[in-house]
């Protein structure tokens, strides 16, 4: 299911992120569990602000240029992916938001999205920004939105995987590093040898 607009029911009363590491040394996995004390999530730049700035920000994969999203996948260091299995993944995510420049509709500058089970956890994925537009503040405001839209649905268990080289990103928007020594495993099946 695409998110195709803002979810109006309310955030939860409290939120807190949590991260863990897993055995694979190269990701880390960030979970989320509510905190006692009370407060919504605030963004730090509003979509006014972005607009004013020439951005649009999408909240539907209508009208996305899969071919632009991958050459923003390569351009990051991700692997190249079959548009197919990217529009499969696509029907089969839960939450998602990127960004366009208003002279270049349709071609994705930043991008993330989130799948889950609808009701008590969700996991963000391919957070991406353009190399060139890196270094403005269109990570944060994609990762922001997307915890705001998960927690306005009531979903509080949020996690994601991160290289350990942009850490520093993720932790001034509450996340941290294993907390109470949590630990995560990735199932992972190597190729057999010929």
């Known amino acids: 299911m695409l998110l195709r607009g803002i979810i109006s029911s309310p955030p ?40 004013s700035r020439g951005f649009v920000l999408r909240r539907s994969a209508e009208g996305l240029d899969l071919d632009s999203l991958n050459g923003v996948f390569v351009a990051v260091g991700f692997p190249r992916r079959d548009p197919e299995k990217i529009r499969v993944a696509l029907e089969h995510t839960e939450s998602l938001l990127w960004v366009e420049q208003r002279k270049t509709p349709r071609q994705p500058v930043a ?26 503040g269109l990570g944060k405001a994609i990762v922001e939105r997307l915890i705001q839209e998960l927690l306005r649905k009531g979903i509080s268990n949020i996690a994601l995987y991160s290289e350990p ?8 928007l509450g996340f941290v590093a294993d907390p109470d020594g949590i630990r995560a495993m990735v199932y992972s099946r190597k190729p057999k040898k010929k």
């Open 165 to 172: 080289r942009v850490l520093g990103f993720y932790r001034p």
């Open 111 to 136: 991008f993330a999205r989130a799948t889950g089970d609808g009701v008590f956890n969700a996991i963000i994925w391919d957070v991406v920004v353009d190399p060139s537009f890196q270094g403005i």
């Open 12 to 51: 939860p009363t409290s939120v807190g992120l949590r991260l863990a590491t897993p055995t694979h040394p190269r990701n880390v996995i960030v979970s989320s569990q509510p905190p006692s004390s009370a407060g919504g999530y605030q963004l730090s730049v509003s979509d006014e602000v972005l607009e």
